[in-house]
């Protein structure tokens, strides 16, 4: 991970003075990061768009980006800001009622697919600093420190929204109906 962070750095400080190629991989290396790191502080839906945002505020301070933290913690900060502030700006708009999509209560005999998409509920479910603690380091792989930089808090902190997010995800699972009645492929008997 350290070899690709300082390859992408690398890329970051290039495309800064006008690498073009090096914009390109600087991209193309962390685009799919971005936009799960996104899609999980906001939503799967708002992801594209958000990444896109992302990368043209990170486009425009590229020149000025001295490489004093990985680029890759760098954008996951800018990613951070641009959802922050499209639930500001979506919470200043007026509401509007959701419809089921059919997946309120997925069975657990569907397979992994339903599987995935509960996983995906209950993570989008938690409060918004233990998701984006959660996330960066058990989805994205990031360390303590790098999250913690990227959120702007203590590497303690970081490791407390953690450590809740897992109880609340736990609790979550424990409280669905069904909850239990499969572990590890097998059927409770």
Request: with cysteine; proline share 4%.
């Amino acid at each position: 991970m350290a070899d690709d962070d300082a390859e992408i750095t690398a890329w970051a400080l290039a495309a800064g003075q006008g690498d073009r190629d090096a914009a390109a991989r600087f991209i193309r290396a962390t685009q799919q990061q971005v936009r799960r790191f996104l899609a999980a502080l906001t939503s799967p839906y708002e992801a594209e768009d958000l990444t896109q945002e992302t990368f043209l505020r990170a486009a425009r301070s590229l020149p000025s980006f001295a490489g004093r933290s990985s680029a890759r913690t760098w954008l996951l900060t800018i990613a951070r800001r641009v959802a922050v502030d499209h639930i500001r700006a979506a919470a200043a708009r007026p509401r509007t009622v959701p419809m089921a999509d059919g997946y309120d209560a997925p069975d657990a005999h569907r397979g992994d697919f339903d599987r995935q998409v509960v996983l995906e509920r209950l993570v989008a479910a938690l409060p918004a600093e233990r998701r984006e603690a959660f996330v960066a380091t058990q989805v994205l792989g990031m360390s303590y420190a790098e999250a913690a930089e990227v959120c702007g808090c203590p590497v303690g902190t970081i490791r407390s929204r953690v450590a809740r997010a897992r109880e609340d995800l736990v609790a979550a699972l424990g409280s669905r109906p069904g909850a239990g009645t499969r572990r590890g492929g097998d059927a409770a008997g």
